[in-house]
């Protein structure tokens, strides 16, 4: 089943998009951080990272917004367990959805008639929906805005790059050498369009055998960690498989409330420190 979306044109094109632009400004005016999480691949558990540093930020006391650009792969939602559409509020703009006091989140999944609906979409009205994510939706005064991207350096993160100039890049890979190759093609990717990196995250980095203990890499070890230091790139850290988070994501239950004292929240914890450090 196709999304289908109406394109109504105004009387005046020009002073429509004159407007568009003073509401993005506006909003992105209110922002403090822009993080834009991408990943050179899918598979690297992006989204789940994109979703848990959001959280660890929200819980440091820090207001935070989710913003998932990822639309023909739209999770976040699902992640939090959030359900229903934004509301029109009295400034006729949508209120993203709230998820705690301190995080909100805005995803094309929650306009969409199903969850399980395609989204068959080409660049320009992905550049549209994009625009009035930000324009169109009252953020409020919020210290980070967690952008989850697709994987690649397709539409999405291009479009992130033209609107938002003062977004960051944190990119998230796994240890191996094919999840490597393609993380590189992502930081010259920021380079291209100026955009600066944060920092690389390297996730799934090893699993802790639940019976004896001993760490497993399943993927490898320390490739993150290189590739952070051959590029000059500051490293944020490695995050451990636990299936736990496979688990909590799929049900919408919060990682780090059931597993508080876990590996991975820790590691989050730590990346949302290096986040919110001032310089």
């Given amino acids: ?5 109406q394109n109504n044109m105004p009387p005046d094109p020009q002073k429509a998009e004159a407007e568009k632009d003073a509401a993005i400004k506006e909003s992105v005016g209110k922002i403090k951080n822009k993080i834009i999480v991408m990943s050179g691949k899918g598979g690297v558990g992006k989204t789940s990272t994109s979703v848990n540093l959001a959280i660890a930020l929200a819980n440091a006391g820090h207001k935070v917004g989710i913003m998932d650009v990822d639309l023909h792969g739209p999770d976040v939602p699902r992640m939090l ?19 705690s ?81 393609d993380v590189r093609k992502s930081i010259n990717f ?3 369009v100026k955009m600066e990196i944060f920092g690389l995250i390297e996730n799934m980095s090893g699993l802790s055998c639940p019976h004896c203990g001993e760490m497993i890499d399943l993927f490898g070890s320390g490739g993150g960690e290189k590739t952070a230091t051959e590029t000059g790139i500051r490293f944020l850290g490695r995050v451990p498989f636990d299936p736990h988070v496979v688990a909590c994501g799929d049900s919408g239950a919060c990682y780090q409330e059931a597993h508080a004292a876990s590996a991975v929240t820790t590691a989050f914890i730590g990346v949302a420190e290096a986040v919110a450090k001032p310089g």
């Fill in 81 to 99: 367990g959030l359900d229903g559409m934004p509301e029109l509020n009295s400034n006729n703009k949508l209120s993203p959805i709230k998820y």
């Fill in 1 to 5: 089943k196709m999304v289908e979306i």
């Fill in 101 to 181: 006091e301190n995080l909100s989140v805005i995803s094309i999944e929650s306009f969409t008639p199903g969850k399980d609906d395609a989204i068959i979409w080409r660049g320009p009205l992905k550049y549209a929906a994009i625009r009035q994510f930000i324009g169109d939706v009252d953020w409020g005064e919020l210290d980070f805005l967690v952008i989850d991207s697709p994987p690649g350096t397709g539409d999405e993160p291009l479009t992130v790059a033209q609107i938002i100039a003062d977004a960051k890049a944190v990119i998230v890979t796994t240890p191996q050498e094919v999840a490597l190759a």
């Fill in 190 to 192: 920021c380079k291209t």
